[in-house]
């Protein structure tokens, strides 16, 4: 069984009311939504493909395409820009060769930028996976993406 | 004690407080009580503030390395996960608390500081460089030479209502919060006051909504009651979306119980028997909580069919969403819950007649019900008698950006904004000049020096065209470019516009375009770069009023705010970017000029080689020249040399 079947069986006689919730939870397990996914979700919740595809893609949070080994979300707050998370930004892209919104070849890194993530106090901050690292500067950037590629062995 | 089993000692302490309420307890139980509070402790207790905040900063290494230190020493002692208590400049943040002595508080506690201060604590010896201060209670011992924390500037002006048990109750256990009379003031509700009553007790207390507008929570309340349904819905309204706003998340982190309490209230008071919490998913950790917190309120009777036998109903469900700025307004949400695109709707009719499923529906924000516990414990007049005369209780501010403090405070109405920057903020950052403080999230006002002096206040603050919002207070030093703020705040909302309605869509579109034009300079003749430029001059500040009267909701009316405070208040920013083509703070980078020092250049040729644009000439061992019409400002040259030999100018 595909995990998407595993979260409509939870949501067993549930209604188009428990869409957003189903699409997070999808998410949750697949890294992302697949047209198979949304399409067993629209037959599921007895909505056109179209209008599922029209929610998903209204709110922010959604991707549609797989999701990178290491997703590094970047604070876009208002603490966090006055503090330069602009510079951040600029380094990142340098020493990953890639520019925000986008994956590497190898599928190891992605850059996203997020909404506050509510450490304001700590800006600047950047978040891999489920990871925080509060204050950063451009150096450790340096040495957090040197280390994560030693582990990968690149 | 995630998911903490709930246990027959729980059902006694509901049956005891809850049923007799105001009775005496016996000495028995009066006990338990006090261990649950933390009054009589038997064993050590070091406390961990566990919020995002402080997770962020480190928390759950200290909490394990806490966990370490008791293990490998064979100490017998509590360790105890709260919620924050505001001061996140200072996180994470570690307790302390022996038996008979009063709880010490110590800042910035990385996991390698644990063993050192705690061989301390535990050896009757505080080490004072990481002392922040000492809790108010005048049952213990208090620690010599330590400052209580009610003394302390950050502290000293707050007046911390529902702040109150953040960072001492333990959010994931229901006992401590019946303990500290929870739930008591939804039962006395329910069994003594019919509804109109309630509703009238939260008239009288002048309670406003925190969301933003701050009209009375008690009049959508009374329309929502008085419309006839067979179904009605309270949403309590999670969604925060503010960037540098982080108030919701941390009450719920801190104290899910009291939420919960005051969602019953309202439910009561409306009239309805579903309740829907709309929240974040990324606040992940205030999810976990709620779902916890629900469970056990459920577990116990607090929540279900015929609550306390008083034959009123209540499902409370936690509905989590991928979340976006617009959900803030309310038919968006209601929109975004019904599971479509979260766009709002024009008005009337109002959700209050026909909102969630076209049933009467009431939207309060997370703080606004947090009030309400206290409201019907103490009485309307005395939460009237907190704040100024028609803004009553305390706001809480998610103050950030550049002051010495930062964090998460809790004023009464009627304090000044200079008060919160100097004295609980503790003036500004490296002895730098205050420049604005933005008040109310991206689509608040810019407000200058010349407003320092102004009290917060809903009625003083419309009076002065300003909008209170809910609750995000960013600082700003003489460092920071208004126009580059501006057009930050623009960015954001331009891109969480919804689209719906025209001129929110293309106005705010518009302005970025004309902000991103002052803030770079012309590489060459293609693009609008140029007419932008002239626009800003011309119809930067019509456009905004005419996005701020014509938009549909409260995204696009709000939207223009920063422009036309900052045109109205920085005027002189905007010319020195539009006519000199230059940032005073140098924050747009794009503005700046280089030039290469004729005495100390060493025609080391590194600078002509790396600029990307050829505009740097010179020969060999002779100084080079920068080509302004060619320079992009980008500033390679200035990184790359190596004898300090450009200058910004």
């Keep these: ?154 | 004690m995630e998911n903490s089993s709930i246990n027959t000692s729980t059902q006694q302490l509901v049956d005891q407080l809850l049923t007799n309420i105001g009775s005496e307890n016996s000495p028995e139980f009066q006990d338990s009580i006090d261990r649950l509070l933390r009054h009589k402790p038997g064993k050590p207790v070091i406390y961990i503030g566990t919020g995002t905040c402080g997770i962020a900063a480190g928390a759950d290494k200290t909490l394990a390395a806490v966990q370490d230190y008791l293990k490998k020493n064979d100490i017998d002692a509590e360790v105890a996960e709260v919620g924050c208590i505001g001061l996140c400049s200072a996180e994470p943040l570690m307790d302390f608390q022996t038996p008979g002595k009063a709880r010490v508080s110590f800042r910035e506690v990385t996991a390698n500081e644990v063993a050192p201060i705690l061989d301390g604590c535990f050896s009757k010896h505080i080490p004072k460089e990481k002392v922040l201060g000492q809790f108010r209670n005048d049952q213990f011992e208090y620690w010599e030479n330590v400052p209580l924390i009610n003394d302390l500037p950050f502290f000293k002006k707050q007046q911390r209502i529902l702040l109150h048990d953040c960072g001492e109750v333990d959010p994931n256990s229901l006992d401590e919060y019946l303990a500290r009379d929870g739930y008591q003031s939804f039962i006395k509700t329910i069994l003594n006051y019919p509804p109109h009553e309630v509703i009238g007790i939260v008239k009288e207390s002048g309670l406003r909504g925190r969301g933003g507008g701050g009209y009375l929570a008690a009049d959508k309340w009374k329309i929502a009651r008085e419309t006839f349904s067979d179904k009605k819905y309270l949403i309590c309204n999670a969604d925060e979306s503010d960037p540098g706003a982080y108030m919701d998340r941390a009450l719920i982190e801190g104290n899910p119980h009291k939420l919960i309490e005051g969602i019953a209230i309202a439910a009561y008071a409306i009239g309805a028997s579903k309740a829907y919490i709309y929240i974040r998913n990324e606040y992940q950790l205030a999810v976990s909580r709620l779902k916890n917190a629900i469970q056990n309120a459920r577990d116990v009777g607090l929540l279900g069919d015929n609550i306390f036998n008083s034959g009123f109903n209540l499902q409370l469900i936690l509905h989590e969403s991928p979340g976006a700025f617009v959900c803030g307004e309310e038919t968006a949400l209601i929109k975004s819950l019904e599971g479509r695109r979260g766009m709002p709707r024009s008005k009337p009719p109002y959700p209050t007649q026909k909102g969630l499923f076209n049933k009467p529906t009431v939207v309060n924000n997370v703080e606004t019900l947090f009030n309400l516990p206290a409201i019907l414990q103490h009485g309307p007049q005395w939460f009237k008698n907190i704040g100024t005369q028609k803004s009553n209780g305390t706001k809480l501010f998610a103050l950030t950006g550049d002051t010495v403090n930062t964090g998460l405070v809790e004023v009464p109405f009627g304090i000044t904004i200079e008060e919160l920057i100097y004295e609980i903020g503790g003036g500004i950052k490296d002895d730098r000049k205050f420049k604005a403080v933005q008040i109310g999230g991206p689509s608040g006002s810019l407000i200058p020096e010349s407003f320092i002096d102004l009290s917060i206040d809903y009625d003083l603050f419309s009076e002065k065209n300003l909008i209170m919002g809910s609750g995000g207070f960013v600082v700003m030093d003489d460092s920071t470019c208004i126009v580059d703020m501006v057009k930050y705040f623009i960015d954001f909302l331009q891109k969480e516009s919804c689209g719906k309605c025209i001129p929110c869509r293309e106005g705010t579109n518009r302005m970025y375009e004309i902000l991103n034009a002052i803030t770079n300079k012309p590489v060459d003749g293609a693009g609008h770069g140029s007419l932008n430029r002239f626009r800003g001059v011309m119809q930067l500040e019509s456009l905004a009023q005419v996005i701020k009267e014509t938009s549909l909701c409260g995204l696009g009316k709000t939207a223009p705010n920063p422009v036309l405070s900052a045109l109205q208040y920085f005027r002189e920013e905007f010319e020195e970017h539009i006519y000199e083509r230059k940032c005073g703070t140098n924050v747009c980078k794009n503005l700046r000029s280089f030039i290469i020092s004729f005495e100390r250049c060493t025609g080391c040729m590194m600078c002509a080689k790396k600029c990307p644009e050829d505009a740097i000439v010179g020969t060999a061992r002779n100084p080079h020249f920068i080509l302004k019409d060619k320079c992009t400002s980008c500033g390679i040259c200035y990184d790359v040399c190596k004898f300090n030999a450009i200058d910004l100018i």
Excluded: W
Aim: overall charge negative; some cysteine; aromatic content about 8%.
């Design chain 1, 1 to 154: 069984m595909t995990n998407v079947e595993d979260v409509l069986i939870r949501h067993k006689g549930s209604e188009r009311q428990n869409l957003l919730p189903i699409l997070l939870e999808v998410q949750e397990v697949d890294g992302y939504l697949s047209e198979e996914a949304l399409t067993s979700i629209g037959k599921h919740l007895m909505v056109p493909i179209s209008k599922i595809y029209a929610v998903a893609t209204f709110y922010d949070f959604f991707r549609f395409s797989p999701q990178a080994k290491y997703r590094i979300k970047l604070c876009k707050g208002t603490a966090c820009h006055m503090i330069g998370s602009e510079t951040l930004l600029e380094e990142l892209e340098k020493q990953l060769e890639i520019s925000q919104g986008d994956i590497s070849s190898d599928r190891l890194f992605s850059i996203e930028l997020t909404q506050c993530m509510g450490a304001c106090g700590q800006a600047p901050v950047i978040k891999i996976n489920d990871k925080f690292y509060p204050e950063v500067s451009k150096k450790e950037i340096v040495d957090i993406i040197s280390g994560i590629k030693a582990k990968e062995g690149k």
